[in-house]
């Protein structure tokens, strides 16, 4: 209809039907017929009255003598290419079908989708065109709208995509592209458990809830097939089939990505139950593990053991080579420890230089579980006998291992742990670089001291404990102060000295608790004689333990109590242990640091016992150093031991530190410490621990120095 066409063929073909039913009929189609001339105007020699109601023109507005012809009414921009079309169809011999749009008389456009045919007479030649035209706008505007509502989808940043029910991919958006790192054309057409190597019992739970339940809501982890990983969260959707669309069931996929999430949280699970420096599992993660495989035990009631391994003397490999290469031998034991084991036992590492190796319950007999723990023993022993690369030398090491087995329900996560630790001293004992299984003889101590702390927890909130202080004189006599001295005051009436139940507070962290209540008791005694003319002078000393001062808020809760007693901080001493100064000389430092611009003083305890190093005594803001009893008691008859304290002296002079010795029980002793240039004493030769009111009567009577005199006392 829109070109001359090379010929032109028969008129339109009438039945003997009649002229006048076929106009009914072919009026009465939803759309128009023609029948056009091949001449140079294609003129229209018939078209159905239809015709109106697709253009809005009359049939005969478009047969001569009218000047208009249907091709003028194309858009201009679709002719050129539906003639081409046309022509090309006509030319091959086949019928043509094209979509175009068309200007009605009112100005409105409207598609039209044109099916025809030319008409050939006997010679071949072409005659006219016959066709039909159909209004097609509603079908290309719902297409159009598909194709936004898919452009829509592809905005969105989640994945979206469709399958059917058998569970191949029919739409796939640009988010999808995006999450999954695939393109439609790949996707669309794939199987959904092709498409992710996911386990098939996973997407089958999925379908199975969204064909059974209409949804399903869940977090799935893809592998996708370049091996990376995507966690999502996802929502699958039953789209049920609609018959009048014509169109299917399907599953509707809204996934939107939820690695960083995952991520996060993985980080988070590693941190609290993976060791940073090893990369093993920490303490939490091993006793969660130890009571499940009691359960276990208890259950199948088989034999597992517990191993405890601590190396030995590793506290002179962190002195001699650094912390750094100390690290970098931990890393190596936990390795070899990894490789002395089967994938089923668990090695962890409790902290410091203590290892653990868990061997599940599995053994019908002890001696089954005790052959197995030998054999595991030895091979740790092993491997930990050839000797660690560090920093391009090598260092040996070797390790000290308990060993205890378990089986039922009699056994509890503390028992077996203290069980395991027991024998592991045993092999400390024995020499180390050997094992030791746990010897029930031990059980009885182990009683005794499960039995103490037990009795610790009750006596702090019953009020148990109670305070002593012990003079401190200058080496003219007079008092400059008391230690505080913690007495537990049983209620049986006898009284327990420190040296037999501090251990065990260690041991079990209540430490922290009593030292606390030691601070807070000690500074209210302080504020207290300050406020008394005869002892506002006086500094009161006060043991605070590792385990206390590591405390993440050992500074607030000091500064606390200093704010709630009253007390002045300047008349405060805090007495700290060397194996505290060398656990982390950085974060001690800052924590001294910080109160000691509060005023408060600091004095080292038991100086000369532990690991005296001159590099801490320099970098910590250290008062006093504190000669610890164990030298005093043949300082007299000791050549070594009297030059020992000769020499701590001499370096608290160097290092401008007061020098106090404890245990000063003798006349001799106090004049040769006196000698040596020794300032201050404490010790039986003045007075032992008094409760608060005789240590106050001692101090109000000893305000004055005596008359120097060699022998006074
Ligand atoms: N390098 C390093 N050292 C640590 C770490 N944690 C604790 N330590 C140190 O490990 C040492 C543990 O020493 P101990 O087990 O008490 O003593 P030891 O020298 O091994 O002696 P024995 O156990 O009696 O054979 C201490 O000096 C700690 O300061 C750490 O993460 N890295």
Same mark, same amino acid.
């Given at each position: 209809?829109?070109?001359?066409?090379?010929?032109?063929?028969? =008129?339109?073909?009438?039945?003997?039907?009649?002229?006048?039913?076929?106009?009914?009929?072919?009026?009465?189609?939803?759309?128009?017929?023609?029948?056009?001339?091949?001449?140079?105007?294609?003129?229209?020699?018939?078209? +159905?009255?239809?015709?109106?109601?697709?253009?809005?023109?009359?049939?005969?507005?478009?047969?001569?003598?009218?000047?208009?012809?249907?091709?003028?009414?194309?858009?201009?921009?679709?002719?050129?290419?539906?003639?081409?079309?046309?022509?090309?169809?006509?030319?091959?011999?086949?019928?043509?079908?094209?979509?175009?749009?068309?200007?009605?008389?009112?100005?409105?456009?409207?598609?039209?989708?044109?099916?025809?045919?030319?008409?050939?007479?006997?010679?071949?030649?072409?005659?006219?065109?016959?066709?039909?035209?159909?209004?097609?706008?509603?079908?290309?505007?719902?297409?159009?709208?598909?194709?936004?509502?898919?452009?829509?989808?592809?905005?969105?940043?989640?994945?979206?995509?469709?399958?059917?029910?058998?569970?191949?991919?029919?739409?796939?958006?640009?988010?999808?592209?995006?999450?999954?790192?695939?393109?439609?054309?790949?996707?669309?057409?794939?199987?959904?458990?092709?498409?992710?190597?996911?386990?098939?019992?996973?997407?089958?739970?999925?379908?199975?809830?969204?064909?059974?339940?209409?949804?399903? #809501?869940?977090?799935?982890?893809?592998?996708?097939?370049?091996?990376?990983?995507?966690?999502?969260?996802?929502?699958?959707?039953?789209?049920?089939?609609?018959?009048?669309?014509?169109?299917?069931?399907?599953?509707?996929?809204?996934?939107?990505?939820? +690695?960083?999430?995952? $991520?996060?949280?993985? %980080?988070?699970?590693?941190?609290?139950?993976?060791? =940073?420096?090893?990369?093993?599992?920490? %303490?939490?993660?091993?006793?969660?593990?130890?009571?499940?495989?009691?359960?276990?035990?208890?259950?199948? $009631?088989?034999?597992?053991?517990?191993?405890?391994?601590?190396?030995?003397?590793?506290?002179?490999?962190?002195?001699?080579?650094?912390?750094?290469?100390?690290?970098?031998?931990?890393?190596?034991?936990?390795? #070899?420890?990894? %490789?002395?084991?089967?994938?089923?036992?668990?090695?962890?590492?409790?902290?410091?230089?203590?290892?653990?190796?868990?061997? =599940?319950?599995?053994?019908?007999?002890?001696?089954?579980?005790?052959?197995?723990?030998?054999?595991?023993? +030895?091979?740790?022993?092993?491997?930990?006998?050839?000797?660690?690369?560090?920093?391009?030398?090598?260092?040996?090491?070797?390790?000290?291992?308990?060993?205890?087995?378990?089986?039922?329900? $009699?056994?509890?996560?503390?028992?077996?742990?203290?069980?395991?630790?027991?024998?592991?001293?045993?092999?400390? +004992?024995?020499?180390?670089?050997?094992?030791?299984?746990?010897?029930?003889?031990?059980?009885?101590?182990?009683?005794?001291?499960?039995?103490?702390?037990?009795?610790?927890?009750?006596?702090?909130?019953?009020?148990?404990?109670?305070?002593?202080?012990?003079?401190?004189?200058?080496?003219?006599?007079?008092?400059?102060?008391?230690?505080?001295?913690?007495?537990?005051?049983?209620?049986?009436?006898?009284?327990?000295?420190?040296?037999?139940?501090?251990?065990?507070?260690?041991?079990?962290?209540?430490?922290?608790?009593?030292?606390?209540?030691?601070?807070?008791?000690?500074?209210?005694?302080?504020?207290?004689?300050?406020?008394?003319?005869?002892?506002?002078?006086?500094?009161?000393?006060? $043991?605070?333990?590792?385990?206390?001062?590591?405390?993440?808020?050992?500074?607030?809760?000091?500064?606390?109590?200093?704010?709630?007693?009253?007390?002045?901080?300047? #008349?405060?001493?805090?007495?700290?242990?060397?194996?505290?100064?060398?656990?982390?000389?950085?974060?001690?430092?800052?924590?001294?640091?910080?109160?000691?611009?509060?005023?408060?003083?600091?004095?080292?305890?038991?100086?000369?016992?532990?690991?005296?190093?001159?590099?801490?005594?320099?970098?910590?803001?250290?008062?006093?150093?504190?000669?610890?009893?164990?030298?005093?008691?043949?300082?007299?008859?000791? #050549?070594?031991?009297?030059?020992?304290?000769?020499?701590?002296?001499?370096?608290?002079?160097?290092?401008?530190?007061?020098?106090?010795?404890?245990?000063?029980?003798?006349?001799?002793?106090?004049?040769?410490?006196?000698?040596?240039?020794?300032?201050?004493?404490?010790?039986?030769?003045?007075?032992?621990?008094? =409760?608060?009111?005789?240590?106050?009567?001692?101090?109000?009577?000893?305000?004055?120095?005596?008359?120097?005199?060699?022998?006074?006392?």
């Amino acid at each position: 209809m829109t070109k001359r066409r090379t010929s032109l063929s028969h =008129p339109p073909r009438q039945s003997g039907w009649g002229a006048l039913s076929l106009e009914m009929l072919l009026s009465n189609l939803p759309g128009a017929v023609y029948r056009c001339l091949n001449d140079a105007h294609s003129t229209m020699q018939f078209a +159905s009255a239809g015709i109106e109601a697709l253009t809005g023109y009359p049939p005969d507005a478009f047969r001569p003598p009218s000047k208009l012809t249907y091709a003028s009414i194309i858009e201009p921009h679709d002719r050129v290419a539906v003639a081409a079309q046309i022509e090309a169809a006509i030319a091959e011999g086949k019928p043509y079908q094209v979509s175009y749009r068309i200007l009605t008389s009112k100005g409105a456009t409207k598609w039209i989708w044109e099916q025809g045919a030319a008409v050939v007479d006997a010679s071949g030649a072409i005659v006219a065109l016959e066709g039909f035209l159909a209004d097609y706008t509603s079908v290309k505007n719902a297409d159009a709208t598909i194709r936004e509502h898919a452009s829509m989808l592809d905005k969105a940043s989640d994945a979206i995509f469709v399958m059917n029910l058998a569970g191949t991919i029919i739409f796939w958006n640009k988010g999808a592209e995006g999450l999954f790192g695939v393109v439609p054309q790949q996707a669309i057409g794939c199987r959904y458990a092709d498409l992710f190597a996911i386990p098939v019992s996973g997407y089958r739970k999925a379908h199975h809830a969204v064909m059974v339940e209409g949804e399903w #809501r869940g977090e799935m982890s893809l592998a996708l097939h370049d091996d990376t990983t995507v966690h999502t969260a996802m929502r699958w959707t039953l789209v049920p089939a609609d018959a009048d669309a014509g169109t299917s069931a399907k599953i509707l996929v809204i996934s939107s990505d939820i +690695s960083e999430r995952k $991520n996060a949280e993985a %980080r988070v699970h590693r941190m609290a139950y993976f060791d =940073p420096l090893t990369d093993l599992p920490n %303490r939490a993660r091993f006793l969660d593990t130890l009571h499940h495989a009691l359960l276990g035990s208890a259950r199948n $009631n088989r034999v597992g053991v517990l191993m405890f391994c601590d190396l030995d003397n590793f506290k002179s490999i962190n002195d001699t080579r650094g912390h750094a290469a100390g690290d970098c031998l931990l890393q190596a034991v936990a390795r #070899r420890l990894e %490789r002395s084991v089967r994938a089923t036992d668990m090695v962890a590492r409790l902290g410091g230089d203590e290892f653990v190796v868990l061997l =599940p319950a599995e053994d019908e007999t002890f001696l089954g579980g005790a052959r197995r723990a030998e054999k595991v023993a +030895s091979t740790i022993l092993e491997l930990m006998a050839t000797p660690v690369r560090l920093a391009g030398d090598s260092e040996s090491i070797t390790a000290s291992i308990g060993i205890t087995l378990f089986s039922g329900s $009699n056994e509890t996560v503390e028992s077996v742990l203290m069980k395991a630790d027991a024998a592991m001293y045993q092999a400390k +004992s024995a020499g180390r670089k050997t094992y030791r299984f746990f010897d029930p003889v031990m059980q009885e101590s182990m009683v005794a001291q499960l039995n103490l702390q037990l009795s610790l927890r009750s006596a702090l909130t019953d009020d148990e404990f109670v305070l002593y202080y012990q003079p401190q004189v200058g080496s003219d006599g007079a008092v400059l102060g008391a230690e505080a001295l913690i007495r537990w005051q049983c209620k049986d009436g006898r009284m327990i000295l420190p040296g037999d139940f501090i251990h065990a507070a260690e041991a079990s962290g209540q430490i922290v608790e009593i030292g606390h209540w030691v601070l807070a008791t000690a500074c209210k005694q302080l504020a207290h004689w300050s406020r008394c003319a005869a002892t506002q002078h006086l500094t009161l000393s006060i $043991n605070i333990s590792a385990l206390q001062f590591l405390e993440a808020d050992f500074v607030t809760d000091t500064e606390e109590i200093f704010a709630a007693t009253g007390v002045d901080p300047r #008349r405060v001493k805090l007495e700290l242990t060397e194996s505290l100064l060398v656990t982390d000389v950085v974060s001690t430092a800052e924590k001294m640091e910080h109160l000691k611009a509060l005023g408060v003083m600091f004095a080292l305890d038991d100086f000369g016992t532990g690991y005296s190093s001159l590099s801490y005594l320099r970098k910590l803001p250290l008062d006093q150093l504190k000669i610890d009893t164990t030298f005093m008691r043949d300082v007299l008859t000791s #050549r070594s031991d009297a030059s020992i304290v000769r020499s701590i002296i001499a370096l608290g002079d160097s290092l401008g530190l007061e020098v106090l010795a404890e245990g000063v029980e003798s006349i001799g002793q106090r004049d040769f410490l006196h000698d040596a240039g020794c300032d201050a004493y404490q010790g039986f030769l003045y007075r032992p621990g008094l =409760p608060a009111e005789g240590f106050m009567q001692y101090a109000t009577a000893h305000l004055r120095a005596p008359p120097i005199g060699r022998h006074a006392g």
